[in-house]
């Protein structure tokens, strides 16, 4: 898969990851494992690429001892969800297109 393809896709899942509630790197690693593998060291890749982005906040609470870090969602990072599902619509349309058999007209 082309790689910025890949990279933009791992954004949107990561910011789909913790949509609903704020999350730590490995509840959303947990939480993504159904349906795709990410490692530790991508995932933080990508969690500090989306908060220099201004997609994610983040803050640190005390947890049996140690700090986790917590992730929430911004607005920013809501309307790139919303983006992408518009874009979706066209990549669908395209796949469409290059998957169609020979003959077969749309």
Request: hydrophobic fraction near 35%; aromatic fraction near 10%; proline fraction near 1%.
């Amino acid at each position: 898969m082309d790689n910025q393809l890949k990279r933009g896709l791992l954004d949107v899942c990561v910011l789909a990851a913790i949509k609903s509630k704020d999350s730590y790197g490995y509840q959303i690693i947990k939480d993504m494992k159904p349906y795709l593998t990410l490692s530790e060291s991508t995932l933080y890749t990508i969690l500090k690429r989306l908060e220099a982005a201004d997609m994610l906040t983040v803050r640190s609470v005390e947890h049996d001892g140690r700090l986790r870090k917590y992730y929430h969602i911004t607005d920013t990072g809501i309307k790139r969800i919303e983006e992408f599902r518009e874009d979706w619509k066209e990549i669908q349309s395209i796949y469409h297109f290059i998957t169609r058999e020979d003959g077969e007209h749309e």
